[in-house]
């Protein structure tokens, strides 16, 4: 390491005059090239505009599920914005707008829409919002591509949501009509079942039946009791005695028909309480069953009025964040970091070389000495 050192003191004048032929250089070369600006806007396109209002509370209403569902269908769009954003009819539209060809000197439309996409760029952020950017080589170019591309996206967006809306409505209005049937269908059910097995509300049903039997089995306690005490008191003609089994006959059949549903010939007061696992299963199933329909209903109808409005509007579908602006700094050429790493360069291979050089005029000397004493020894050999 020290021997290096030395020899780099050695050829300091070389190396300082290296440095600055690549200063000099760098600086001249980095002022030669051409200018690039980017400009930049970030927009939100409506539909997430809607959900960060308020309007995806339709789905945020079921929580996690909700939410998962409206943060998928948001990234799926961003992307469908992105495709729109670099696809042939945006490079055709740019190209017409702006002479492309002329701009980037080139004569077919797959070399625009390459030089377009190497210049553009497009960042979908987690929130929704979309950052265009679009460099050029004059500031007042970058912002004008980029004024542009919004005029050019918002027009795109309008006419495939009005097209899309169109066959979202029939498909929609087909869907909400299947769905109001089969709720209808399903209400039919629900009823007949409910009627056939005394259903009206099968909780309060079951406790005012669990309450009826505690009070009438207590009273039946009490009227045995008291018959007890009457047969040890009284004869078996005794009005008192006779009217308590009375009552007690009666408690008994009120107590066998609650158990068996209080049936009359015509309509199940309660149901029977030996089939009531069997109802309660049953009941909330169809309950269930309904709550789904009405809700898959609720979503088929929230979605035909947005497609409905989509079909109709002709305002524009995106809004714009941060608009286009001028650029007052260049990004590229950086000239200092130019001018900077290409001297440690020149530098570096200075040292490189002359440390290689120095080597091999070392081994030159070595392998001269080592020729020099083999042809002396070898002299007297030779004169013989």
Not at 324 to 330: F, K, Q, S, V, W
């Amino acid at each position: 390491m020290i021997d290096i050192l030395t020899l780099l003191l050695k050829y300091k004048k070389i190396i300082i005059a290296v440095a600055v032929i690549s200063f000099l250089l760098s600086a001249a070369v980095s002022l030669l090239l051409p200018k690039r600006f980017v400009s930049s806007a970030s927009i939100v396109p409506d539909f997430i505009e809607r959900d960060l209002s308020g309007g995806g509370g339709f789905l945020s209403q079921f929580g996690d599920f909700g939410r998962l569902y409206s943060n998928i269908m948001r990234v799926n769009r961003n992307r469908v914005m992105e495709f729109i954003i670099r696809s042939r009819e945006m490079a055709s539209l740019m190209d017409k707008q702006l002479d492309l060809k002329e701009k980037y000197g080139v004569s077919h439309d797959r070399e625009v829409r390459e030089e377009l996409g190497e210049n553009t760029g497009v960042v979908l952020r987690d929130e929704g919002v979309i950052l265009i950017s679009v460099e050029d080589g004059s500031a007042g170019g970058a912002r004008e591509m980029v004024e542009q591309y919004l005029r050019n996206i918002d027009s795109l967006m309008i006419d495939l949501e009005q097209e899309s809306a169109r066959y979202r409505i029939a498909f929609l209005e087909q869907e909400r009509s299947l769905r109001e049937q089969k709720i209808s269908e399903l209400d039919s059910t629900m009823a007949s079942f409910m009627n056939e097995h005394g259903i009206i509300e099968i909780e309060e049903q079951m406790r005012a039946s669990y309450r009826m039997l505690t009070e009438l089995s207590s009273r039946k306690q009490l009227l045995e009791m008291e018959k007890e005490l009457l047969r040890m008191n009284m004869k078996a003609e005794n009005p008192f005695l006779r009217r308590t089994e009375r009552e007690l006959e009666i408690l008994d059949e009120t107590i066998r028909e609650i158990l068996g549903g209080g049936k009359n010939e015509t309509f199940a007061l309660i149901p029977d309480m030996e089939d009531i696992p069997e109802l309660a299963a049953e009941y909330f199933r169809l309950v269930s069953e309904k709550r789904v329909r009405e809700f898959a209903l609720g979503f088929v109808k929230m979605k035909l009025e947005q497609a409905r409005l989509s079909s109709r509007k002709d305002v524009s579908v995106i809004r714009v964040i941060d608009s286009p602006y001028t650029p007052d700094r260049r990004v590229w050429p950086r000239r200092s970091r130019i001018v900077l790493i290409s001297t440690i360069i020149g530098v570096v291979w200075c040292c490189i070389i002359l440390v290689l050089y120095h080597r091999r005029e070392e081994l030159r000397s070595v392998i001269g000495l080592d020729s020099q004493g083999d042809g002396y020894r070898g002299g007297p050999e030779g004169v013989n």
